[in-house]
């Protein structure tokens, strides 16, 4: 991103217009009024629930009196707002079942007797009405003749409330007689993995069920279409295991205060959204004030309020210190290739590269230190890794790292995890330098990369600091953000978007609030969708107070047809890893690597030097390296470290930046 406004200085920029399709879709406002639902207006306008829930995602949890609703066009006649006429009037051909409907319901709401039905879908109904199913609808004047005739026996009255299934066995997707199958929700299981576990989109499905257009509840029974596979066995989720004995005594009840979040407790008690929601499977309906929650058995960290400043200031250079540095050269391999010269594996090896830029960084790092006097013994090794196996065991015993204060490395997620197994009882510090996966857990393992759920919490933490209206635009390929958000950002409105999955200014204006900033993620790598979504912001910007948000990288936006001036307008907002530097120190730290490597320094050529350098700030203080930790975080050239201790195991880095796009074509820190 830096380099494209650098670019964008330099070069003339040819801007062109993008014409959005030329035939717009005309979609209906309709104001709710008292004993409207969601059923009966699909009816009025000819159209199904599922159209009306799509483009209002927020609909499926209820509608209230005077809300508006956008309703999409039918290939029917929309019925006239004139006071009912008592002509009989004419029907639908066919209706899709919903849940809770039956016979009697259906017969009241078009007005025909349940037998005219049951003649109209005899053979469909020989088993029952079943959801999901469609049903011929039979005129009301058709049916009118048989619905004067004096009924042979009184009728049934429907009830009152569906009565609840218990399931008492482990059941397997359900197939009843006919050509209709069942799924119940499991614990972890996504729409994405279920519509393809039965050959199905996600938009079938959730056609067929459209009560999880905005819900995904563990146990839930879902309608599918074909057959369940033979293999497929699922575990009853209707009922959540109690916790063991041995899992029981490492929690607590924890009860939600004023203001909270899931993320903010999460981050309280030192584990993640998804660990919490885990222990806590109502939380995916949402957090609520006074809820119960299960939590690590830990005190609320009462940690002084971290130094944010220079460890420089600090330094103690009395106490020799040692660290070591564990990277991937794998020299026993290129000296084997008789193949491939030096030279030539360089040019095609880009984790060689990776490596020796890391390594560059951090020798500069070194360097400095020397130069500030810091005392510090450095062991530099080959780990000769890759992403399956290591040499990190022999390198133990062969040069007594458990005596190490620090080791840096390996690479590999894996590898860094076994290091960390073997020097777990010596508590020796172990730093995973690029991996941003976590995986096992071990007391004295540092995760020097925030994760990528770290990473999108960090933007609704800051949104919501400043008090703004989050509004979601969520490309209908990006289902699993879709459910993060749902389970995790209750408060976030989602956009509804059209049958043909294309973005509606209409669905996205009902959102917007005038006295407060409204900030609008959008999560879609489509060109298409990104240009019509942000010329409808720009249209908006005379009316409201509008910027644009991204959760994560997104290649798309570098692409020439979306111009850097239309992000400067939304002022782009988006978490980050790194900071453009434009410091005096870290000129001259790029023209110091220029002079030395002939080149200017990539990124992991700074992430060496920020990891390294920053390691020997903390092992040259009165302080220990675990202390540090605890109390100061710090910046170095692009890196923030912010490490924060897990309930269960090691640290975390939460070090990250919150940027923008500024209309001056720069990059600056949001504050």
């Known amino acids: 991103m830096k380099n494209r406004i650098l670019y964008s200085i330099l070069l003339t920029v040819f801007s062109f217009a993008f014409s959005v399709s030329a035939k717009q879709e005309k979609y209906i406002k309709h104001t709710v009024s008292s004993g409207e639902t969601v059923n009966s207006i699909a009816q009025k306008y000819r159209v199904t629930p599922y159209d009306i829930f799509k483009l209002n995602p927020d609909s499926q949890n209820g509608i209230q009196l005077n809300s508006v609703l956008l309703i999409p066009p039918s290939t029917a006649e929309v019925t006239s707002n004139a006071p009912k006429q008592t002509t009989p009037k004419s029907n639908p051909t066919t209706h899709l079942v919903q849940p809770k409907e039956t016979l009697f ?20 109904l020989k088993d029952g009405l079943k959801i999901g199913q469609t049903i011929k609808i039979p005129s009301a004047t058709a049916s009118q003749e048989t619905y004067e005739k004096p009924p042979l026996e009184k009728p049934v009255p429907a ?62 029974k879902l309608v599918v279409s074909g057959n369940a596979p033979s293999t497929s066995e699922t575990v009853n989720p209707a009922v959540v295991k109690p916790a ?8 607590q009840e924890y009860v939600v205060k004023p203001k909270e979040t899931i993320a903010s407790i999460a981050n309280d008690f030192g584990i993640t959204e998804a660990e919490l929601i885990q222990l806590n499977p109502e939380l995916k309906k949402g957090i609520k004030l006074g809820m119960i929650l299960r939590v690590p058995m830990v005190q609320k960290a009462n940690v002084p309020k971290k130094e944010q400043g220079n460890l420089l200031k600090s330094l103690n ?29 360089l040019k095609k090896d880009k984790f060689l590269n990776l ?100 990473l999108r919490s960090s933007i609704f933490d800051y949104i ?65 969708m990104i240009l019509s979504t942000t010329s409808t912001m720009l249209a908006f910007q005379k009316e409201y107070q509008v910027q644009m948000v991204i959760m994560e990288p997104n290649e798309t936006l570098d692409f020439e ?22 410091t005096e120190e870290a000129n ?60 269960t195991y090691g640290y975390s880095n939460h070090g990250i930046y919150i940027l923008y796009y500024d209309t001056d074509l720069t990059i600056k820190e949001a504050l």
């Open 244 to 251: 063991t004995e041995s899992t029981k005594k490492y929690l």
């Open 588 to 647: 001259q730290f790029d023209r110091k690597y220029k002079k030395i490597n002939k080149i200017m320094p990539s990124e992991y050529a700074i992430r060496g030097f920020d990891i390294t350098f920053d390691t020997l700030l903390r092992l040259s203080q009165e302080k220990t390296f675990e202390e540090t930790i605890q109390t100061a975080s710090t910046n170095q050239i692009e890196n923030k470290f912010d490490y924060v201790q897990n309930a």
């Open 355 to 454: 490596t020796l830029d890391f390594y560059s960084g951090a020798l500069m790092a070194i360097d400095s230190a020397r130069v500030l006097g810091m005392k510090v013994d450095i062991k530099i090794l080959d780990s000769q890794e890759t992403k399956n196996s290591s040499n990190v065991a022999n390198l133990v015993q062969q040069n007594n790292l458990s005596a190490m204060d620090v080791i840096i490395g390996p690479f590999y997620q894996s590898n860094v995890e076994k290091l960390a197994e073997i020097l777990e009882p010596t508590k020796t510090p172990v730093i995973s330098p690029l991996s941003k996966e976590i995986g096992k857990k071990y007391s004295n393992l540092y995760q020097s990369m925030p994760s990528i759920e770290l």
């Open 464 to 528: 919501r600091s400043k008090g703004g209206n989050i509004i979601a635009v969520v490309d209908s390929k990006k289902g699993s953000i879709k459910q993060y958000i749902q389970e995790n950002h209750k408060d976030t409105k989602l956009v509804g978007l059209s049958i043909k999955n294309s973005f509606v200014a209409d669905s996205l204006k009902v959102h917007l609030l005038k006295d407060k900033m409204n900030y609008v993620i959008i999560a879609s790598e489509s060109t298409g």
């Open 105 to 124: 319901s259906l017969s009241r709401q078009y007005g025909v007797t349940v037998d005219a039905l049951k003649e109209a879908n005899a053979d469909l």
């Open 317 to 345: 250079t009395n106490a020799r210190k040692q660290l070591a540095l564990l990277l991937p050269f794998n020299i026993t391999k290129i000296e084997s290739d008789t193949v491939n010269s030096t030279q030539a594996r």
């Open 159 to 220: 009830p009152k409330e569906i009565p609840k299934v218990v399931v008492k066995s482990e059941p397997k997707a359900e197939t009843p007689k006919g050509n209709t199958t069942y799924h119940i929700i499991e614990p972890k299981e996504t729409k994405y993995g279920i519509s393809k576990k039965y050959g199905m989109t996600i938009q079938e499905l959730e056609r067929l069920n459209p009560q999880i257009a905005n819900d995904f509840p563990v146990g839930l």
């Open 561 to 582: 047809e979306i111009s850097l001036t239309r992000l400067t307008k939304l002022k782009l907002l988006y978490p980050s890893l790194s900071r453009p530097n434009e």
